[in-house]
């Protein structure tokens, strides 16, 4: 069966780097999607991706954020200079027309902020 | 915007047991609604929909949630729990008419003892 798969599994990271977490959507969707959850809280949605180009993002996603697809199967999510409150799981999700939106998740990208 | 309500951070039953997982939504007409669940080291596997017609919807393992309008609520049951249950889930809203991009509650970590 078809499988979203997110990359690293886990990062621990200093305060102040740069992070990039990657995701391998399902090979025939077209719309793609990074929600996180810091622990204890919702899972909240950051942005949605459709036809190379942000679709919808929330205001957790600031200017220290962005996506790119940057090869046709990868989607990345890039936290630039990282706080410590970006200490969070990171799920990466894809979704086609066909199936009412229904949303295919990772496995997610556990991130620690030191 | 739409929002959800998981008023339960833990449940804890028997297996064996019966359960029902609360989920209150807050929107305007009537939403997309979703049961999401993560199993330990997984990611969020949709266990069931709602989107129109019939209120009572069958999901996958012996699941079903019913979706009352009267009451703003999607609560999820099982007759009868089994170990494997032991996961946390979450309930999900979409808005109709846009991007429905799903909306989540905290989650309620499921317990099972034997």
């Known amino acids: 069966e078809p499988e979203v798969t997110q990359t690293p599994s886990h990062q621990v990271t200093q305060m102040g780097q740069e992070v990039i977490l990657r995701c391998v959507p399902i090979?025939?969707?077209?719309?793609f999607y990074w929600y996180r959850q810091i622990l204890g809280q919702k899972v909240e949605f950051l942005v949605s991706?459709?036809?190379?180009?942000?679709?919808?993002k929330s205001e957790i996603f600031d200017d220290q954020f962005s996506v790119e697809r940057p090869d046709g199967s990868n989607f990345t999510l890039k936290i630039r200079s990282t706080k410590l409150e970006d200490s969070a799981m990171y799920f990466c999700?894809?979704?086609?027309?066909?199936?009412?939106?229904?949303?295919?998740f990772g496995e997610g990208s556990r991130l620690t902020v030191l | 915007a739409q929002s959800v309500t998981q008023p339960d951070i833990h449940i804890t039953v028997s297996e064996g047991a019966s359960l029902e997982l609360r989920c209150n939504y807050s929107?305007?007409?009537?939403?997309?609604l979703f049961w999401y669940v993560q199993s330990p080291g997984q990611g969020l596997q949709l266990l069931l929909k709602?989107?129109?017609?019939?209120?009572l919807v069958q999901g996958i393992k012996g699941f079903e949630a019913e979706f009352k309008r009267s009451q703003s609520s999607f609560n999820l049951r099982k007759p009868s729990v089994h170990w494997s249950d032991a996961a946390e889930y979450f309930c999900?809203?979409?808005?109709?008419?846009?991007?429905?991009?799903?909306?989540f509650g905290r989650g309620t970590s499921l317990i099972v003892h034997p």
């Open positions: 709602y989107f129109s017609g019939d209120t």
């Open positions: 999700a894809s979704s086609d027309r066909t199936s009412n939106r229904e949303l295919f």
């Open positions: 991706f459709y036809n190379n180009e942000i679709s919808e």
């Open positions: 929107y305007g007409a009537t939403p997309y």
């Open positions: 999900a809203v979409g808005a109709r008419g846009g991007s429905y991009i799903p909306t």
């Open positions: 090979s025939n969707h077209l719309y």
